[in-house]
């Protein structure tokens, strides 16, 4: 199975903060690479997939990159909306694995 | 607008047995593989299993296999989970989730989920 580490595993930060989660496949899974964000109680929301390609209605403070098997997650400038936690998945085969998830918290 | 509705969650015991289903709208459902996907209270995000558009091929989550079947009706636009030897680890909520094509496994919709307690 591909093993999926993200860090950090939660992180404190400002409105206004420009935040960078990385997320780091086992092996080689191309650009199939997804990110989601999920808020307390509610079912996760498509961000990202492809890497770095966004969601329909995901706005362009978010962005997603790729270097070899590290993906990253950035958001531009922090908005109180956005504390929530990200996850990673990829997708590039079965069974299809998660990130362990990061918490972004207010400071 | 995509909708996927889950039901069939509830207390189980150990041991048991329950269906989940997931109506789906706003798309032709024929056309997307699907998904189930789990997260423990507190916990992360666990894929659990998927199935093509046409129902022909379906995988499993080692952890589940052998003892839940995912099944799809395109005559009523429903996603089905049979989660059979049912164990207090499966405690999760569910989540039915839509592929974005037959030919990817990439998430872009989920339903609000349906939880599933295990316990005696």
């Known amino acids: 199975d591909i093993q999926m580490t993200q860090s950090p595993s939660s992180l404190s930060a400002s409105v206004g903060d420009r935040v960078t989660i990385t997320c780091r496949a086992s092996?080689?899974?191309?650009?199939?690479l997804a990110w989601f964000q999920q808020k307390p109680g509610k079912a996760p929301k498509s961000l990202i997939y492809?890497?770095?390609s966004l969601q329909s209605g995901v706005p362009s403070k978010f962005s997603g990159s790729r270097s070899g098997t590290d993906f990253t997650l950035t958001i531009s400038s922090l908005q109180p909306e956005d504390f929530a936690t990200y996850y990673c998945?990829?997708?590039?085969?079965?069974?299809?694995?998660f990130g362990g998830g990061t918490k972004v918290e207010i400071k | 607008e995509v909708q996927l509705v889950e039901s069939g969650g509830g207390l189980v015991q150990p041991g048991g047995s329950l269906r989940l289903s997931c109506a789906a709208s706003g798309f032709t459902f024929s056309n997307y593989a699907m998904s189930w996907v789990r997260q423990a209270p507190g916990k992360g995000l666990e894929w659990v299993s998927a199935i093509s558009a046409s129902g022909g091929s379906t995988y499993y989550a080692d952890s589940v296999k052998g003892r839940f079947t995912i099944s799809r009706d395109e005559s009523k636009n429903t996603l089905y989970l049979q989660m059979n030897s049912l164990r207090a680890e499966d405690t999760a909520i569910y989540y039915c989730?839509?592929?974005?094509?037959?030919?990817?496994?990439?998430?872009?919709?989920w339903g609000q989920g349906t939880l599933v307690p295990v316990s005696s």
């Open positions: 998945q990829q997708y590039y085969t079965y069974p299809l694995t």
């Open positions: 492809a890497a770095s």
């Open positions: 092996q080689g899974i191309n650009n199939y």
């Open positions: 989730a839509k592929f974005i094509s037959s030919g990817t496994a990439m998430i872009d919709y």
